[in-house]
């Protein structure tokens, strides 16, 4: 019985763990694709390495509509550099011009404003800001800053505009530099009357990353595609060394494990020593002897197969719902660069269920197989007169 509670409760936790570790992953990667990465970009070619303001990609409208139809979600984007001053204080910044209504329907990070609004058409100067931004210029909602740059026509582009938002902690990029913009009022400061530089698509995490690259480079053939895990392969690398880590513990859980079944077999395998013997005396195969022993495992190992299901996939799934709350352990916290959610949610799948159950299984009849072998051994007259 304390074998197999001791499986069970294995199994539960096991079960809980890899849906709370796959819930981490999906929530890391739900952060850094749904807030504004999305899950794929297209660039005109050799943009992210130059980020010129001139490379950009024409008629932009032909491959939103195209890939809108096929189910996804585009939004264009403007990129461009500039110097915010506010009083004495400066910092450089980039502007990103949206459009305001596409990416509300589109990307969580409209839904991120800490204090003020998000932009509006009908405030056409106003900007959304990132968090650090607005301490290192000491600016509140209603304040204006001046924004200096080069336009793309040579001209010296500066203007004034007003906070009308401040977002919460995004990722290091957006909180220390980000300034976002009407698509149109950037197109005027910037003099870029066409075109664009990024166009952002989203679907769902469960999109295959292949087949979304392949519908996207057939769409764009002449600009370039790249996948989140392209655009941050720093977060990607985070998310296979933690997969890497829970296949790991796993296996250092079960070998515990299967060290537990090999002691309790071995006992009860002395402790039955005399009936092995005579069992052996009156014909039976040693063959039988050892499937006997293996059978005992396996019927073991099934009653804390069902247990641990039993306590480990309610847990896990009500771990789905309301999840774990690490908002008193720390006020935030990212990877990566990219803002974590400090409440941690676990994610059920069948993989994270029958992993563990088919290795449990597996360590359990490795482990057996050395008690079986020393039962179906035994020399009758020997194990008979043991004491």
């Known amino acids: 019985m304390i074998t197999i509670f001791a499986m069970a409760f294995a199994l539960g936790i096991m079960i809980v763990f890899l849906s709370l570790i796959e819930g981490f992953n999906r929530g890391i990667v739900e952060n850094a694709v749904s807030m504004q990465t999305g899950m794929a970009q297209v660039h005109a070619k050799e943009y992210l390495e130059t980020k010129?303001?001139?490379?950009?990609?024409?008629?932009?409208?032909?491959?939103?509509?195209?890939?809108?139809?096929?189910?996804?979600?585009?939004?264009?984007?403007?990129?461009?550099?500039?110097?915010?001053a506010k009083d004495e204080l400066t910092a450089g910044v980039i502007l990103i011009g949206l459009d305001a209504s596409a990416e509300k329907s589109t990307f969580l990070l409209p839904?991120?404003?800490?204090?003020?609004?998000?932009?509006?058409?009908?405030?056409p100067s106003g900007i959304v800001i990132g968090k650090r931004l607005s301490n290192n210029l000491s600016v509140k909602i209603g304040d204006e800053i001046v924004l200096v740059s080069q336009a793309a026509d040579g001209s010296m582009a500066n203007?004034?505009?007003?906070?009308?938002?401040?977002?919460?902690?995004?990722?290091?990029?957006?909180?220390?530099?980000?300034?976002?913009m009407l698509q149109d009022r950037f197109r005027e400061f910037m003099v870029i009357p066409e075109g664009v530089h990024e166009i952002a698509v989203m679907?769902?995490?469960?999109?295959?990353?292949d087949y979304l690259g392949s519908v996207?480079?057939?769409?764009?053939?002449?600009?370039?595609?790249?996948?989140?895990?392209?655009?941050?392969?720093?977060?990607?690398?985070?998310?296979s060394?933690?997969?890497?880590?829970?296949?790991?513990?796993?296996?250092?859980?079960?070998?515990?494990?299967?060290?537990?079944?090999?002691?309790?077999?071995?006992?009860?395998?002395?402790?039955?020593?005399?009936?092995?013997?005579?069992?052996?005396?009156?014909?039976?195969?040693?063959?039988?002897?050892?499937k006997m022993v293996l059978v005992e495992i396996l019927a073991m190992t099934t009653i804390s197969a069902i247990l641990g299901l039993a306590v480990g996939i309610p847990l896990a799934?009500?771990?789905?719902?309301n999840g774990i709350d690490l908002s008193g352990l720390m006020e935030s916290s990212a990877v990566s660069g990219i803002a974590i959610n400090l409440s941690l949610f676990a994610h059920v799948t069948m993989f994270n269920i029958i992993l563990p159950v088919v290795i449990m299984f597996v360590f359990s009849l490795i482990a057996g197989s050395y008690p079986a072998l020393k039962a179906a051994r035994l020399d009758p007259i020997k194990a008979i007169h043991h004491t």
Not at 160 to 176: A, C, P, W, Y
Request: charged share 20%.
């Open 159 to 180: 203007d004034l505009f007003k906070v009308r938002g401040i977002l919460k902690s995004i990722n290091e990029s957006t909180d220390r530099a980000g300034v976002f």
């Open 216 to 239: 996207l480079k057939n769409i764009c053939p002449a600009e370039e595609v790249s996948s989140w895990k392209d655009l941050n392969p720093a977060l990607a690398n985070v998310i």
């Open 52 to 84: 010129s303001i001139y490379q950009m990609i024409q008629e932009p409208e032909k491959y939103v509509s195209a890939i809108n139809s096929h189910g996804f979600k585009a939004v264009q984007r403007l990129y461009g550099s500039s110097l915010a």
């Open 241 to 290: 060394v933690w997969e890497k880590i829970m296949i790991l513990l796993i296996f250092i859980t079960f070998i515990a494990i299967a060290i537990v079944i090999l002691n309790a077999m071995l006992m009860a395998v002395f402790e039955r020593i005399r009936e092995y013997g005579i069992m052996k005396a009156l014909g039976v195969t040693p063959y039988n002897v050892f």
């Open 111 to 123: 839904s991120q404003v800490l204090t003020g609004k998000w932009l509006d058409v009908n405030d």
């Open 203 to 209: 679907a769902s995490q469960d999109t295959d990353s």
């Open 317 to 321: 799934i009500n771990l789905q719902t």
